[in-house]
């Protein structure tokens, strides 16, 4: 059953861009919403993780979770998501190194 999608996609090539206003509507620079199945945004979430380049993309969908949704990331980014207990709560890193799991 199709279900409404959100991706964020910053400083990606133009390429992947393209690819996401294929199945997406840009509401706004670099946020794309829509309905899609969950094939369909599978296929397209792995064509733009492996195409990210220096950019970095926030893939997030409803599911079965206490919260509703779930959170995926691709590339370099400074916010990490975690699972603290079945939630995905957010780790800032704030000096570039890789965040271990605090909790």
């Known amino acids: 059953m199709p279900a409404m999608t959100v991706i964020s996609a910053s400083a990606v090539p133009a390429h992947v861009r393209g690819?996401?206003?294929?199945?997406?509507?840009?509401?706004t620079p670099?946020?794309?919403v829509g309905t899609l199945s969950a094939r369909v945004r599978n296929e397209l979430w792995t064509a733009v993780s492996q195409?990210?380049?220096d950019g970095i993309a926030?893939?997030?969908h409803p599911?079965?979770?206490?919260?509703?949704f779930t959170l995926q990331t691709a590339g370099t980014r400074k916010r990490h998501p975690i699972d603290f207990d079945g939630l995905t709560?957010?780790?800032?890193?704030?000096?570039?190194n890789e965040i271990a799991n605090p909790l």
Not at 63 to 68: A, C, I, N, Y
Not at 89 to 96: E, P, Q, R, S, V
């Open 51 to 53: 195409s990210i380049g």
């Open 19 to 27: 690819a996401l206003t294929r199945w997406l509507l840009e509401v």
């Open 63 to 68: 599911s079965d979770t206490e919260q509703g």
């Open 58 to 60: 926030v893939l997030i």
């Open 89 to 96: 709560l957010i780790a800032y890193n704030f000096d570039g």
């Open 30 to 32: 670099e946020l794309y």
